[in-house]
């Protein structure tokens, strides 16, 4: 079997999207999945699958957005226990 980096890339991605979903930690399970998607976008944009790519961009933003609404309520929570 010979595989290129390329296709490393979109097994990579796909194992990391798949490890997110075993995650209880939402957060977590956020940032793998966000690790998985670029490197997805990557790969689309590579092989020229724009489809992929912009389904993953979409949900990158999607996971930046509710870590950091996940970040700023933590923080919150924490000043007003202080």
């Known amino acids: 079997m010979d595989m290129n980096i390329i296709e490393v890339m979109g097994y ?3 194992i990391m ?8 930690d939402i957060a977590k399970l956020r940032v793998f999945n966000f690790i998985g998607c670029v490197l997805f976008c990557i790969y689309g944009s ?5 489809p992929v ?8 933003v999607v996971n930046i957005y509710y870590l950091a609404k ?3 309520q933590a923080k919150a929570d924490i000043e007003q226990t202080a």
Do not use: D, E, P, Y
Request: aromatic residues 8%; glycine residues 4%; hydrophobic residues 65%.
């Open 53 to 60: 790519v912009a389904t993953n961009a979409f949900i990158a």
């Open 70 to 72: 996940m970040k700023q």
């Open 46 to 50: 590579v092989i020229g699958a724009w």
């Open 12 to 14: 990579a991605a796909s």
């Open 17 to 24: 999207v798949a490890i997110s979903l075993t995650m209880k």
